[in-house]
């Protein structure tokens, strides 16, 4: 499993980013992805899911009507578009998936991409 991401950067309050991870090494439209950021000194959060075929997803509060998520399976890439930024936004952004082998969970992670949000 490997999973890329891209497209962070510096950015002004107010403006928009949209990021994007690479999946390959399993079959991307049979599994759920996620995006997680976490910010200096705090624990990784959640931000956003979105199940294998991509017909519902889920959002942290702190971004609700802010940020999509998306995925395009036929390039098995999955999105994040960030919109109307604030300086609390500023993290490393990382994507995930979760696969179930004999019962066990395993997690696989990016190396994320860095986010800030600052005038």
């Known amino acids: 499993v490997q999973l890329v991401e891209s497209g962070g950067g510096l950015v002004q309050p107010g403006g928009s980013l949209r990021l994007s991870c690479a999946a390959s090494?399993?079959?991307?439209?049979?599994?759920?992805m996620s995006w997680y950021r976490q910010a200096p000194g705090k624990e990784r959060e959640l931000v956003a899911s979105i199940p294998s075929a991509g017909d519902s997803t889920n959002y942290a509060d702190s971004v609700k009507g802010r940020f999509i998520i998306s995925r395009d399976n036929a390039k098995n890439t999955l999105y994040l578009q960030m919109n109307s930024l604030k300086p609390e936004d500023t993290a490393v952004y990382y994507c995930?998936?979760?696969?179930?082998?004999?019962?066990?969970?395993?997690?696989?992670w990016g190396q994320g991409t860095q986010v800030t949000v600052s005038s």
């Open positions: 995930n998936t979760y696969h179930y082998r004999s019962g066990t969970k395993y997690d696989y």
């Open positions: 090494g399993f079959t991307f439209s049979n599994y759920h």
